[in-house]
């Protein structure tokens, strides 16, 4: 069964950076997709970053810029650097990870305030 496990999660003020990371039980060198969603209270869960088989990217306009995705083959790990952090990127964060079947981590919580 694969796993997702995310951690790097916490409480930053605003214009602060963190950086998510997910370890993934498989290997990662094959997938049709990577991806962060998060999911902010009372809404829906939301794509923010994604790596698509081919390596290419795409974000959530209200991310571009300030998030970049990244991957770690040889880690089996997926992250997620978040700069210029805003009081909306609060959120409950999970990982993704798509190979045929789609699998996902428990999140981890971020949470942007002064």
């Known amino acids: 069964q694969v796993q997702l496990v995310e951690s790097g999660g916490g409480l930053v003020q605003p214009g602060g950076s963190l950086r998510l990371s997910c370890a993934v039980s498989v290997s990662i060198s094959r997938f049709n997709a990577l991806a962060w969603y998060r999911q902010a209270p009372g809404k829906a869960r939301v794509l923010v970053a994604r790596i698509i088989s081919g390596g290419s990217t795409n974000y959530a306009d209200s991310v571009k810029g300030r998030f970049t995705i990244s991957r770690d083959n040889a880690k089996n790990a997926l992250y997620l650097q978040m700069n210029s952090l805003k009081p909306e990127d609060t959120a409950v964060y999970y990982c993704?990870?798509?190979?045929?079947?789609?699998?996902w981590g428990k999140g981890t919580l971020v949470t942007i305030s002064s």
């Open positions: 993704n990870y798509v190979y045929g079947l789609e699998h």
